[in-house]
């Protein structure tokens, strides 16, 4: 099975509202961040206080958790462009970060780390972090959706062979972006496979739900 690498998610429901938490704990993995992390503290609900407690926190590997979310690497890339610091609704950091990166183009000759099935993105928001004020902000949105999209095409291409498929299909709440669907959807058919979409039940939350009204209807008889 191919999957993101494993994340620290930092905070539980906080670091989902706060990215800029999960991108604290990214880099934290690779780098010094106290510096960038204390000026930044402002993007917090209680300023450099919190920021403190954060960096005590990853120091000390306390209330962190795991997780594989695409959603959140790109939220965490809004915040570290500075696009997005908090959410206000579902999906408003990945869609304002893929809304810049429209205005983007493919300037960093990166190509995706995959380690075994697993694709990394530590070395993605590394990257970006290092390219701040020499990449433009749209260009560095655009190289983080589509440093995603080659690899997971990457992963899934290989799987497909491997498994001896023909067609390779792109779900969950990621897949209502554009820009990663149009690059899975190249890659996928140039490597000769069906790529399949959703058209009629939505990606993510909306066919969950679909599909556990159609179940809960099989029950009720």
């Given at each position: 099975m191919?999957?993101?690498e494993?994340?620290?998610?930092?905070?539980?429901?906080?670091?989902?509202?706060?990215?800029?938490?999960?991108?604290?704990?990214?880099?934290?993995?690779?780098?010094?961040?106290?510096?960038?992390?204390?000026?930044?503290?402002?993007?917090?609900?209680?300023?450099?206080?919190?920021?403190?407690?954060?960096?005590?926190?990853?120091r000390?590997?306390?209330?962190?958790?795991?997780?594989?979310?695409?959603?959140?690497?790109?939220?965490?890339?809004?915040?570290?462009?500075?696009?997005?610091?908090?959410?206000?609704?579902?999906?408003?950091?990945?869609?304002?970060?893929?809304?810049?990166?429209?205005?983007?183009?493919?300037?960093?000759?990166?190509?995706?780390?995959i380690?075994?099935?697993?694709?990394?993105?530590?070395?993605?928001?590394?990257?970006?972090?290092?390219?701040?004020?020499?990449?433009?902000?749209?260009?560095?949105?655009?190289?983080?959706?589509?440093?995603?999209?080659?690899?997971?095409?990457?992963?899934?291409?290989?799987?497909?062979?491997?498994?001896?498929?023909?067609?390779?299909?792109?779900?969950?709440?990621?897949?209502?972006?554009?820009?990663?669907?149009?690059?899975?959807?190249?890659?996928?058919?140039?490597?000769?496979?069906?790529?399949?979409?959703?058209?009629?039940?939505?990606?993510?939350?909306?066919?969950?739900?679909?599909?556990?009204?159609?179940?809960?209807?099989?029950?009720?008889?």
């Amino acid at each position: 099975m191919a999957h993101l690498e494993k994340q620290p998610l930092l905070g539980g429901d906080a670091a989902t509202r706060f990215p800029i938490r999960v991108t604290a704990a990214i880099l934290n993995k690779t780098i010094n961040i106290e510096e960038w992390f204390m000026q930044n503290g402002s993007r917090l609900p209680n300023g450099e206080t919190e920021a403190r407690l954060i960096l005590n926190q990853l120091r000390k590997g306390v209330n962190l958790s795991e997780t594989t979310s695409c959603g959140r690497v790109l939220d965490a890339v809004a915040a570290l462009l500075g696009i997005c610091y908090e959410r206000s609704y579902e999906g408003e950091p990945a869609m304002k970060l893929e809304s810049v990166a429209g205005r983007g183009a493919d300037k960093l000759p990166v190509k995706p780390i995959i380690k075994g099935n697993t694709l990394e993105t530590t070395d993605l928001l590394k990257t970006i972090f290092e390219n701040i004020g020499i990449v433009s902000v749209a260009d560095l949105a655009y190289f983080a959706h589509a440093y995603l999209a080659r690899g997971l095409a990457s992963l899934a291409i290989e799987k497909a062979h491997e498994a001896g498929v023909a067609a390779v299909g792109f779900s969950g709440g990621v897949a209502c972006n554009c820009i990663l669907s149009k690059i899975i959807r190249e890659e996928i058919e140039a490597a000769g496979l069906h790529f399949l979409v959703h058209e009629t039940i939505p990606p993510g939350d909306g066919g969950v739900s679909l599909g556990q009204a159609a179940v809960g209807g099989f029950w009720s008889f």
